[in-house]
């Protein structure tokens, strides 16, 4: 039985105010802010394997992986080495490099829908150039989003017709955004039946990892790509998070659903910056300098970046990779099911490969008006209850936690007795 303790972190505290006074909220993106757990952010110094560390010296085993990047744990060296040759050589040339077509050819090699991909710097940008794209192939302006799916920050994606995420978007973006519950292809239909005719795309995460880790139900993927087919609006995939982590090819190996056009970062990069979509040439020579589509930057495909991503897409490769990630995660809920059972109040424990949620709701979460009922006052104590015991998981009941392969099956077993200890206490 894990014992109770209770880590020092009175420099993180410290520094949480002064960065507060530089920096809106002491963070660069919301999500990290402990805005819904309480109490102030940890301030991280180092992160090796399956281990961060915050600047008190406290270390930590690691859930969160960086959000997503950490597949195969934090530094691993083969990458960092690629990485620390590149930069060497030259950061950035504004030019192609070789490194660039050897990730291309990779990325291509991992996920075979892709005939042709650009580069680009983080998720948010390859999402927004995707569909910029899909509206500058098909003529048309709508694009259909899901509830509680999560791509990023740009425009067209923050809002829709009858939500805003953010202030600042004008509603005239907005009404070229149409929404639909997820997990739910008689809505899909009845919209695209109205309005087919309009939409140049449906973007989907094909698993939902901003709303507890939601899967796609059986038969979910394949009736909404009938639906993009049928209506002639592309089906645009965004494996950000999926990608590489749920198989080399990402959703779409694992459900065997072909989008027309995917987008990729996160875990692509081996830890450096990165976004990145593609599909059939056919479409993707709709950009300039082919086409009349404009999408650019200045640090797109540079090469410290190509060769993090190099370097982990052959690791990905070697033998046993997915298997060591469905068996540390599928280790994790063996673990947690019978002291789950035994408690007071309901805990869905929802997980693809090596995604997972602990949820405290009262049913499965197949959608946004699911996810609506999670408890997260509950998931504070608990979030703070493994902090305080030396694990990080993501400061939000909602956001996918994500095992990586440096997760060792001690590790996982110590996971699974603090988290007993937790729960039972709660
Ligand atoms: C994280 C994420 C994004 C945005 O990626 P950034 O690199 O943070 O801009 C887009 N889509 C999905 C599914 C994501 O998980």
Request: with cysteine; net charge negative.
């Amino acid at each position: 039985m894990a014992e109770v303790t209770s880590l020092a972190t009175g420099r993180s505290a410290a520094l949480s105010d002064q960065i507060a006074a530089v920096i809106p909220g002491g963070v660069d993106s919301p999500f990290r802010s402990f805005q819904e757990v309480g109490g102030y952010t940890l301030f991280l110094s180092k992160a090796e394997g399956a281990y961060v560390f915050d600047v008190d010296g406290n270390r930590y085993i690691d859930f969160l992986g960086a959000w997503g990047p950490a597949i195969l744990g934090h530094c691993p060296k083969p990458v960092v080495a690629a990485c620390q040759q590149a930069i060497a050589s030259g950061p950035v040339f504004g030019a192609p490099c070789t490194l660039e077509l050897n990730m291309a050819q990779a990325l291509i090699a991992a996920y075979p829908v892709v005939e042709k991909v650009r580069f680009v710097n983080s998720g948010t940008e390859a999402v927004m150039s995707a569909v910029r794209l899909a509206r500058g192939y098909t003529g048309r302006d709508l694009i259909v989003i899901f509830e509680g799916c999560y791509h990023g920050h740009s425009d067209s994606v923050l809002a829709s017709r009858d939500h805003s995420a953010s202030a600042g978007v004008p509603q005239s973006v907005a009404d070229n955004t149409v929404r639909v519950p997820y997990n739910d292809s008689p809505a899909l239909a009845k919209l695209l039946a109205e309005l087919g005719q309009q939409i140049a795309a449906v973007l989907i995460e094909p698993v939902a990892g901003s709303m507890g880790v939601v899967p796609p139900e059986a038969g979910y993927l394949e009736q909404v790509r009938g639906l993009c087919t049928k209506h002639e609006c592309l089906l645009i995939m965004d494996e950000v998070l999926t990608g590489l982590r749920l198989a080399r090819g990402g959703a779409y190996e694992l459900y065997g659903v072909q989008p027309d056009l995917a987008c990729f970062g996160k875990a692509l990069g081996g830890g450096m910056p990165i976004g990145a979509y593609g599909g059939p040439a056919e479409i993707m020579n709709a950009l300039q300098p082919v086409g009349q589509v404009y999408q650019a930057g200045t640090f797109s495909g540079n090469p410290v970046t190509m060769a993090g991503g190099i370097e982990t897409l052959k690791l990905l490769s070697e033998e046993g990779v997915y298997e060591h990630l469905e068996a540390r995660a599928a280790q994790l809920f063996d673990g947690l099911r019978p002291v789950i059972a035994e408690l007071s109040f309901p805990v869905q424990l929802q997980r693809v490969g090596s995604m997972f949620a602990i949820l405290f709701a009262p049913h499965p979460v197949r959608n946004y008006q699911d996810s609506l009922q999670i408890d997260n006052q509950r998931y504070a104590k608990f979030f703070h209850g493994l902090l305080s015991r030396g694990i990080y998981m993501p400061p939000s009941a909602v956001d996918a936690a994500c095992v990586s392969r440096a997760h060792s099956r001690e590790d996982v077993d110590t996971m699974i007795d603090v988290c007993s200890a937790v729960l039972r206490a709660l």
